[in-house]
C-alpha cells in the first residue's frame, strides 16, 4: 500500500505492537506521530496517510491529537482516516471516538486479515463526512445543532491521489 500509517499514542506497549502491526500490512511507511507539521511534510511525499490510535486507559487523552488532525487547514490531513485500536470495546470509549470523529474502532483481535479488511473500506469509495462548530467526522448522526448551519462532505481516498473533496454543501440543522 503506498500509504503512510502513523501510530498516535505511547511508543511502548499498545503502540509498539500496532507499529508492528502496521508494518505487517504493507504501509510504504510506518511513523511515531509526533505533530502535525511532520504528517504535513509527509503527506507531501505520500498522498494518503492512516492515523491508527493505540489503546489507552482514557480514550479522552486522545481527543488533543484528533482535533489536530480532524481541524487541520490541510485537506490531506484533516481528511485522513483516524482509527482506533480498542483492547476493551467499552461503549463509552467507542462513543467518545465516534463524538471526536474516527472512521473506525476496531476491536480485538487485531488479526492482520481483518485489520486490512476495515482499512479498505476507508479507501476507494465515497464517504459522507459532516462539519459542524465542533465535530467533523463521518456521518453518525451528530450534525443536529441548535438551529444553525452544517457542511454536508462527499470525499473519496485514494492511495494515488490522496483525498479528493468531491461535493461541499452548506445545508441547515433539523
Known amino acids: 500500500?503506498?500509504?503512510?500509517?502513523?501510530i498516535v499514542?505511547?511508543?511502548d506497549g499498545p503502540g509498539a505492537a500496532l507499529a508492528?502491526?502496521?508494518n505487517g500490512l504493507g504501509f510504504a511507511g510506518v511513523h511515531h506521530y509526533t505533530s502535525i507539521a511532520a504528517a504535513e511534510t509527509q503527506a507531501q511525499q505520500t498522498p494518503l496517510l492512516f492515523f491508527l490510535f493505540a489503546a489507552v486507559d482514557d480514550v479522552t487523552t486522545?481527543?488533543?491529537?484528533a482535533d489536530a488532525i480532524r481541524f487541520s487547514p490541510g485537506r490531506r490531513i484533516r481528511f485522513s482516516p483516524m482509527v482506533y485500536f480498542s483492547e476493551s470495546p467499552q461503549l463509552e470509549a467507542i462513543r467518545?471516538?465516534?463524538e471526536m470523529g474516527f472512521d473506525d474502532v476496531i476491536t480485538l483481535p487485531f488479526t492482520a486479515q481483518r485489520v486490512s479488511g476495515r482499512l479498505d473500506r476507508l479507501v476507494d469509495r465515497t464517504q459522507v463526512y459532516y462539519e459542524t462548530a465542533g465535530y467533523l467526522g463521518p456521518?453518525?448522526?451528530?450534525?443536529?445543532?441548535?438551529g444553525g448551519l452544517y457542511r454536508r462532505l462527499e470525499i473519496i481516498r485514494t492511495v494515488m491521489a490522496?483525498?479528493?473533496?468531491m461535493r461541499d454543501d452548506m445545508q441547515p440543522a433539523h
Open 1 to 6: 500500500m503506498r500509504a503512510c500509517a502513523y
Open 9 to 11: 499514542g505511547p511508543a
Open 20 to 22: 508492528d502491526l502496521a
Open 62 to 65: 486522545l481527543k488533543a491529537a
Open 96 to 98: 467518545t471516538c465516534v
Open 139 to 146: 456521518d453518525r448522526g451528530l450534525r443536529q445543532t441548535a
Open 162 to 165: 490522496g483525498v479528493n473533496v
